[in-house]
């Protein structure tokens, strides 16, 4: 058991207060939370739901790729992510970032990090349920 | 060799894993990219797609065998 991170997608309702509790340290002044989740709008149209899928073994190593590349890059020093997979609701939590570092400059910097990162390279899948519709987010074949 | 499809890609070629009959030669990404564009018109837009290979992202030059773990990455989605 790995005790700086916490890596984890799940077709479960995810914690803010699991998260939070990981990172927190006697060491660590700065506690960051970033708390992605459903919003109703898209580019104009209705969202009803999401529904998200993923390449789970391979989604792993990036985020803990992502997850150590934090700690080292900003001195942060305990992180959590934890992403959300199949249907999701309007309001529900999508995904949680959550870094603690000593001071809270060293915290925002990872976490913002993080999260752009893992909306960059981890093998996750987003279906957005329109009223007349659904498509798959970034594809366009 | 067995090919893992998520997302857009699973439906284009309407099953998770595309078995590609052994006879056909594949050995480098850049093939399996143009079988595929060819096996399925609907992924002419394949070279969006990233490939991994053992769960690593890999270029078109990686070799790859029946024995690799290949996947089709649609351009991904999280958070």
């Known amino acids: 058991m790995d005790k700086l991170i916490d890596i984890k997608i799940s077709d479960k309702v995810l914690s803010v207060d699991a998260c939070y509790n990981f990172v927190l340290d006697q060491s660590c002044g700065g506690n960051v939370l970033f708390v992605g989740t459903v919003r109703d709008m898209n580019k104009g149209e209705v969202i009803k739901k999401l529904a998200f899928e993923s390449y789970v073994e391979m989604a792993i190593k990036e985020m803990k790729k992502i997850a150590y590349s934090c700690l080292e890059k900003f001195d942060a020093k305990k992180i959590a992510l934890h992403h959300r997979i199949g249907d999701v609701g309007l309001e529900e939590i999508a995904v949680i970032i959550a870094v603690s570092a000593k001071h809270r400059k060293a915290a925002f910097e990872a976490c913002e990090f993080a999260i752009d990162e893992l909306k960059k390279s981890v093998p996750i899948w987003k279906k957005e349920y329109l009223e007349n519709g659904s498509y798959w987010v970034n594809a366009r074949p | ?79």
């Open chain 2, 1 to 79: 060799m067995k090919v893992k499809c998520f997302g857009i890609v699973k439906e284009i070629v309407n099953q998770e894993i595309l078995e590609i009959d052994g006879n056909v030669k594949i050995s480098t990404v850049q093939e399996l990219r143009t079988f595929l564009s060819k096996q399925f018109p609907e992924m002419s837009n394949i070279n969006l797609c990233m490939v991994a290979v053992n769960q690593s992202y890999a270029d078109d030059h990686t070799v790859i065998s029946s024995k690799d773990e290949i996947a089709i990455i649609p351009p991904v989605a999280g958070g």
